[in-house]
Antibody, heavy 122, light 107 residues
Framework: QVQLVESGGGVVQPGRSLRLSCAAS????????MNWVRQAPGKGLEWVAV????????YYTESVKGRFTISRDNSENTLYLQMNSLRPEDTAIYYC???????????????WGQGTMVTVSS | DIQMTQSPSSLSASVGDRVTITCRAS??????LVWFQQRPGKAPKSLIY???NLQSGVPSRFSGSGSGTDFTLTISSLQPEDFATYYC?????????FGGGTKVEIK
């Protein structure tokens, strides 16, 4: 069945880096645009970044521009989020989420991973 | 950026009650709106997409309406498993934006 599994979270000091992964299975990964969404403890959902199905388009929320990089390896069915210069306010559960339509940049997410926790603290 | 404003931020209701949650966009988004349900400790789950289309497997007591800037999620008869937090989100353009959430609690 369709599954997204995030990994790579943990506790990291401010200013350090972390790379998250999202392993996809059960669908043709290379055909679907993928997103990262985060949720700080006790807070609402915040969209973070998107990478189009073919890797040609990416966007970021303003607060992570220049620090985070979204990428994908379609041969490994994996989405990544490289997070540099981490700040305490980046502390959150990070989810990957899939757009429902093949070769589309937009769409209502139809599948989410279980999330991976990132804690930025000294 | 498109701002999404949800109301109320929380509500208390009893099993069997009819519940309505509203979401307003700061500019027109046609019907590019999705409603998610999130239970504690779980990932969000899509309920309604394109403002009024029920996601496969979602009970028919959930319904959505609206277009342009004003949207509504209605639960016709609240069930124990419906106590959760609900979010709207626009997917008209990036950056994608969410409403602040509505926590539905047991009265």
């Amino acid at each position: 069945q369709v599954q997204l599994v995030e990994s790579g979270g943990g506790v990291v000091q401010p200013g350090r880096s972390l790379r998250l992964s999202c392993a996809a299975s059960g669908f043709t990964f290379r055909d679907y645009t993928m997103n990262w969404v985060r949720q700080a403890p006790g807070k609402g959902l915040e969209w973070v970044a998107v990478k189009s199905y073919d890797g040609s388009t990416e966007y970021y929320t303003e607060s992570v521009k220049g620090r985070f990089t979204i990428s994908r390896d379609n041969s490994e069915n994996t989405l990544y989020l490289q997070m540099n210069s981490l700040r305490p306010e980046d502390t959150a559960i990070y989810y990957c989420a899939k757009v429902p339509y093949p070769q589309a940049l937009y769409g209502a997410f139809d599948m989410w991973g279980q999330g991976t926790m990132v804690t930025v603290s000294s | 950026d498109i701002q999404m404003t949800q109301s109320p931020s929380s509500l208390s209701a009893s099993v069997g009650d009819r519940v309505t949650i509203t979401c307003r966009a700061s500019q027109g988004i046609n019907n590019f709106l999705v409603w998610f349900q999130q239970r504690p400790g779980k990932a969000p789950k899509s309920l309604i997409y394109a403002a009024s289309n029920l996601q496969s497997g979602v009970p028919s007591r959930f319904s959505g309406s609206g277009s342009g800037t004003d949207f509504t999620l209605t639960i016709s008869s609240l069930q124990p498993e419906d106590f959760a937090t609900y979010y709207c989100q626009q997917y008209k353009r990036y950056p994608l934006t969410f409403g602040g959430g509505t926590k539905v609690e047991i009265k």
